[in-house]
């Protein structure tokens, strides 16, 4: 259960486990106070005369009360029996911090015992633990951030590809939320005067001719349609793609991948239907993570655990962003092959036909024609670079990630302009058939509100545990 902004929270702030540095976060109206029972400035300032934005070196020390046997802080020496670690101290006063609170960070050694510590005297002192992204969320609630600037917080954390991270940053900035701030403030402008018109339908007003108000409703759809647009490519550039690689047994997927991913990952004979389960393994591909998915060969078999295996392969099929064909170059189309390649023809796919290093014998089937086809040896290493461009242009449109527009990435936004667009879509149908102003100003706002839950301007309880419950408890 959330607090109030009035509780001080802490929380330790840099991941579990042992490091140079340990990072324990406070933030609220007792920062100073809390934070003060377990910080002796080395200056023997007291700590709630500290200057803001300022590091001091200080030690820290267990109260007197957390250690009985302990003679009290000696200040005129700077010791302690209670002695804990020294530590770097930073106050931040509000607004001038991420939560736009008082916050105080004390950065100690990354010894787990002397976190837990400080966080304990700390609870002890009048502060709470915080929930996971409870910092991020005062950021929200007191405006220092906007909903998309917060959910992009949490994608610069979970960034895996420099793309993903250069957008996530854009999103930081506020790009998301300029445009979307400057669609939805066009729309309220026409509800504002449509609701004027209908308050006032008996009066001489012209408040917003109609053509005018088809101008701007049009305008607002085309900037969600623009944006909407750009979400199945976003959605990868920052999550990664799933690349599922199939084909009949040994015709060398398992061989392909090690050589994609430089390693051997998977295992390799010249039996038939040696990889029986799924294998997935992540690579960076130019600066966009792509998951490569190697399965069970397909082929109609007797064998339960090798049927299982052909059953993932086809559940990753449906699930993948693109599938990697593979051929064995060296004998002709079988059954199986051309049923594959019908099976893709209407999604995203790559064909590669391997062994190029031994005789041909597809180059030139017909079956192959309409297939973005390419000639490789796994064995060798000859055609992977080109496939591997291959897969990303198949991916992300060439410069795609490069562009100066805004680039959509997270689901929920995606949802959200989906709605806008086709209550902004019903407006116009609405305005043109001369429907009357109540019918109109139903879309509009359903529009205005849509675009309002990307930033948080209209928003709920639930919509913000639901976010913020992805962070990390220090975050």
């Keep these: ?105 004390i950065q100690s050694h990354g010894g787990a015992l002397v976190l837990e510590l400080i966080c304990r005297v700390c609870v002890e002192s009048g502060a709470r633990m915080a929930e996971p992204g409870e910092f991020t969320r005062r950021a929200f609630l007191n405006g220092r951030l906007d909903l998309s600037q917060a959910e992009a917080v949490l994608d610069t954390i979970r960034a895996t ?155 990753a099929q449906t699930d993948a962003d693109l599938v990697l064909v593979v051929l064995d170059g060296t004998v002709p189309l079988t059954s199986d092959d051309r049923d594959l390649l019908q099976s893709v023809r209407n999604r995203k796919h790559v064909v590669v036909l391997n062994k190029a290093d031994l005789a041909q014998t597809l180059g030139t089937e017909a079956t192959l024609v309409g297939h973005p086809t390419y000639l490789i040896s796994a064995k060798t290493g000859l055609g992977v670079e080109t496939v591997k461009s291959a897969l990303r242009a198949q991916l992300v449109s060439g410069g795609f990630e490069a562009a100066e527009g805004v680039t959509v990435t997270n689901v929920r936004h995606h949802d959200a302009l989906r709605r806008a667009r086709e209550s902004l879509h019903q407006a116009l149908e609405s305005v043109q058939d001369g429907m009357a102003g109540e019918l109109v100003s139903i879309d509009v706002r359903a529009a205005a509100d849509a675009l309002g839950e990307i930033t948080g301007a209209i928003t709920t309880d639930e919509i913000l545990a639901q976010i913020f419950s992805e962070f990390c408890i220090g975050k």
């Design 1 to 105: 259960m959330w607090g109030g902004l009035e509780d001080t929270i802490c929380a330790i702030a840099t991941p579990a486990g042992e490091g140079g540095i340990g990072i324990v976060r406070l933030s609220g109206p007792q920062s100073l106070v809390v934070a003060s029972r377990v910080v002796r400035l080395r200056s023997n300032r007291p700590l709630t005369s500290a200057s803001s934005h300022r590091l001091y070196l200080a030690d820290l020390v267990m109260p007197a009360s957390d250690t009985p046997s302990a003679p009290a802080l000696d200040h005129d020496r700077g010791q302690a029996a209670g002695l804990l670690d020294e530590a770097l101290v930073v106050y931040m006063k509000a607004p001038r911090s991420f939560t736009a609170e008082d916050v105080v960070e």
């Design 161 to 315: 590809s420099i793309t993903g991270l250069h957008l996530a940053q854009r999103h930081l900035r506020g790009e998301l939320a300029r445009e979307v701030d400057q669609a939805r403030a066009a729309l309220l402008t026409v509800l504002a005067h449509v609701e004027a018109g209908i308050d006032f339908v008996d009066e001489d007003i012209a408040f917003l001719q109609r053509d005018e108000l088809v101008r701007i409703v049009r305008g607002a759809h085309a900037v969600v349609q623009k944006l909407e647009a750009t979400a199945q490519e976003g959605r990868i550039l920052r999550e990664g793609a799933r690349v599922v690689i199939l084909g009949r047994p040994n015709v060398g997927k398992s061989s392909l991948l090690n050589r994609l991913l430089r390693e051997e990952r998977a295992i390799v004979t010249a039996i038939a239907g040696t990889t029986r389960d799924v294998i997935e393994e992540a690579i960076d591909l130019h600066g966009v993570m792509i998951r490569l998915i190697d399965t069970a060969g397909l082929r109609d078999t007797n064998d339960l655990v090798e049927q299982e295996g052909v059953k993932r392969a086809r559940a």
